[in-house]
């Protein structure tokens, strides 16, 4: 039996994902605001902490693997791509820099973050805003993303997407992540079936773009599907995965930009 903490517990992927593993004998450390072992806002510097302590005893400081599935989508709303930074980008970088020694104290660990087809398909992201992201300067990038207007939440969740998944890559390679015997590397849906998605679509002129979206296979993706794929990038199998970005996204990248290399 290993140990995994998983965030965004209680929905979504991150559900499908807890479920596989309490299936398959493991034992399953739950950060979510709501239904979960550890109640917490990951929006928030002291939510964070929270979970991050609250992992570190549970589990006495040593993991097999952390799964950073919480996040919330690009749907319209007060101060949302402020959010959207703060818990999709710092909510996940700052909980699994935390969570880092009690999976170096495995030996053999893997971390999964979820990125997002997102960060590869969505144009004019101003790379302002990714370095403002990337320095942890939330305020600065905030100010520049009110220029997009309406797409504000659009470009805010690509970006931070984009960050984290940037992050994870070059800390992946490092000797404090690979050299510990830690597989860190990143999942990077296209649309999935969640109230994630079901949120966004709510929102009439997301719905209509979403109508336009290329997605090759058709249809959207399923949750169980998407854990099939954490399940693989938590197994042995992993030992070689460092730093990569697996795109299950039905072939809307491929539609998208291939020509490109
Ligand atoms: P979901 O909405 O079904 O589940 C997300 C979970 O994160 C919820 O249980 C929610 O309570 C939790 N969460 C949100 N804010 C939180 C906070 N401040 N603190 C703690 N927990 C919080 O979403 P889904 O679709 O399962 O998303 C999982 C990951 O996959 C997210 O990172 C999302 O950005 C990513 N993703 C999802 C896609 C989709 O179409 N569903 C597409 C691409 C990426």
């Known amino acids: 039996m290993s140990s995994y903490a998983v965030t965004g517990s209680a929905s979504g992927i991150g559900a499908a994902v807890t479920g596989r593993l309490r299936a398959a004998g493991h034992s399953v450390i739950e950060v979510d605001l709501h239904d979960a072992d550890i109640l917490a806002d990951l929006g928030t510097p002291e939510g964070r902490s929270a979970a991050a302590a609250g992992v ?3 589990s006495g ?5 952390a799964v950073l ?4 989508g690009p749907s319209p709303g007060p101060d949302r791509p402020r959010k959207i930074a703060q818990i999709n980008q710092l909510g996940t970088v700052e909980l699994l820099t935390a969570l880092r020694p009690a999976l170096s104290a495995s030996g053999d660990a893997r971390a999964v973050v979820f990125g997002s087809n997102s960060a590869s398909v969505t ?3 101003p790379r302002r805003v990714i370095r403002a992201l990337r320095a942890g300067e939330i305020d600065r990038a905030v100010r520049t993303l009110r220029l997009f207007g ?5 470009i805010a969740y690509a970006a931070s ?8 890559r070059r800390a992946a390679v490092t000797p404090a992540w690979a050299g510990a015997g830690i597989r860190l590397n990143v999942l990077a849906p296209g649309p999935v079936r969640t109230p994630l998605l079901n949120e966004e679509l709510a929102n009439p002129a997301a719905a209509r773009a979403f109508r336009a979206f290329p997605i090759p296979v058709g249809g959207v993706g399923d949750p ?4 099939d794929w954490v399940m693989m990038m ?5 030992a070689f995965l460092c730093g990569s970005v697996i795109v299950v996204d039905g072939g809307s990248e491929a539609w998208l930009r291939a020509g490109e290399w």
């Open 234 to 238: 938590l197994s042995p199998a992993a």
């Open 224 to 227: 169980g599907h998407l854990a």
């Open 150 to 154: 309406p797409v504000a939440p659009n």
């Open 161 to 168: 997407k984009i960050a984290v998944t940037d992050w994870a």
């Open 123 to 125: 144009p004019g992201v």
């Open 69 to 72: 599935a919480a996040g919330i």
């Open 56 to 58: 570190l005893e549970r």
């Open 61 to 65: 400081g040593v993991l097999d693997g």
